[in-house]
């Protein structure tokens, strides 16, 4: 049997559910199909001790402010769950967990999403399936050689996993500097930080509500034919969270260059230098997850899927949300979604009125 529906979303976590809040706005029949069994998206995975880089009242989808974590001025990943779950509550919204799209193809006037639980045949789809169920894993030299413990961000939880351990964490972003904070000041672990350039912290008085608000100047600027001044990316590359700050100005928070290899006991410098280690934690970020947009035959060079805004250039009925800047400034954060969700309604309310 196959189900109709005029849009279907792709995905429950924050972007899914902004655009099924602006969809129910707009009186559009939809599901969001998302293929965690839980509400919370990709917050559900995060390691123990993760924070929000911005206060809670500047980190909520439309219509809902997050409220304030008791003792917390960043909230933990925790609360962002309960928040998800208790907006997907809020307002109605009809995801199906447990669901997983296999494939997007075309079918004449209208889209066919095949998932593992059924099909629909639509109008329109949102895919807002993120970043976090694809990990890149960087070709390093001898990575199949090392005989200690290989993990993705997506692995990482707490230092009492690593206790008494030597720990190599790769990676110069915001998660490769809070999880090498996160181990460095426990205390009973030994880390090791290699980054591929000298780390770029931010100021210290810079969070979420400063980073969002330059991603959107540069945005406003980009459309308006002016120069691009950069950015976020002209600020630096890490946030200081305080977890971070501390192990920095304690001396913990020192990057070494990236190894030129891995052996069978740990890593190799180009200066013929060894460390041996007990485990490497990849910090080196994401992939967008595609593969169900696969038989579109959409994607570039680069392996996105050409936009504007977040309509598919080559496929009018598709809509990319919350994959980072190319489907909308911010779009991948907390408080930057909502408005490339509400553009996306729009475009695909005055679609299905046409058709």
């Known amino acids: 049997m196959t189900n109709r529906v005029d849009v279907v979303v792709i995905g429950g976590g924050q972007a899914g ?24 998206g990709s917050w559900q995975h995060m390691w123990d001790s993760l924070h929000l880089f ?22 933990d990943a925790g609360h962002v769950v309960d928040y998800l779950a208790d907006y997907e509550k809020r307002y ?24 593992d639980t059924g099909t629909w045949r639509t109008r329109a789809v949102i895919s807002a399936t993120g970043t976090w169920s694809r990990p890149f894993l960087p070709a390093v030299p001898g990575r199949s050689a090392f005989a200690g413990r290989q993990l993705h961000t997506v692995n990482y939880h707490s230092p009492a996993d690593f206790t008494d351990q030597h720990v190599i964490v790769v990676g110069g972003g915001n998660s490769g500097a809070q999880i090498a904070a996160d181990l460095a000041l426990d205390g009973q672990v030994k880390v090791t930080w290699v980054t591929q350039r000298s780390p770029r912290f931010l100021a210290d008085d810079i969070d979420g509500r400063a980073l969002f608000d330059v991603a959107t100047a540069r945005r406003r600027a980009l459309d308006a034919g002016r120069d691009d001044a950069g950015g976020v990316a002209s600020l630096g590359d890490i946030v200081a969270v305080p977890p971070v700050r501390a192990a920095r100005d304690a001396g913990l928070l020192v990057a070494r260059p990236m190894f030129a290899r891995l052996t069978a006991e740990g890593v190799r410098w180009a200066d013929g230098s060894h460390a041996d280690a007990d485990a490497v934690i990849w910090c080196t970020g994401f992939r967008p997850a595609l593969a169900h947009l696969a038989p579109l035959n959409l994607r570039s060079a680069r392996g996105h899927i050409p936009t504007d805004g977040t309509r598919a250039l080559g496929e009018p009925r598709l809509h990319l949300l919350g994959y980072g800047d190319w489907t909308g400034p911010a779009s991948a954060t907390l408080i930057g979604v909502g408005r490339p969700a509400r553009d996306a309604a729009h475009e695909i309310a005055a679609l299905c009125a046409h058709n």
Do not use: K
Not at 25 to 32: A, H, K, Q, S, Y
Not at 54 to 75: F, I, K
Not at 92 to 115: N, S, Y
């Open 92 to 115: 109605d919204l009809p995801v199906q967990h447990g669901t997983r799209v296999d494939a997007v193809r075309r079918d004449g006037e209208r889209l066919l999403v095949e998932a």
């Open 17 to 40: 559910l902004a655009a099924g809040y602006h969809l129910r706005r707009r009186g559009l029949d939809f599901t969001v199909l998302d293929a965690d069994p839980a509400p919370g």
């Open 54 to 75: 911005s206060p809670a009242e500047h980190s909520s989808l439309p219509g809902r402010l997050m409220p304030a974590q008791a003792g917390e001025t960043y909230p």
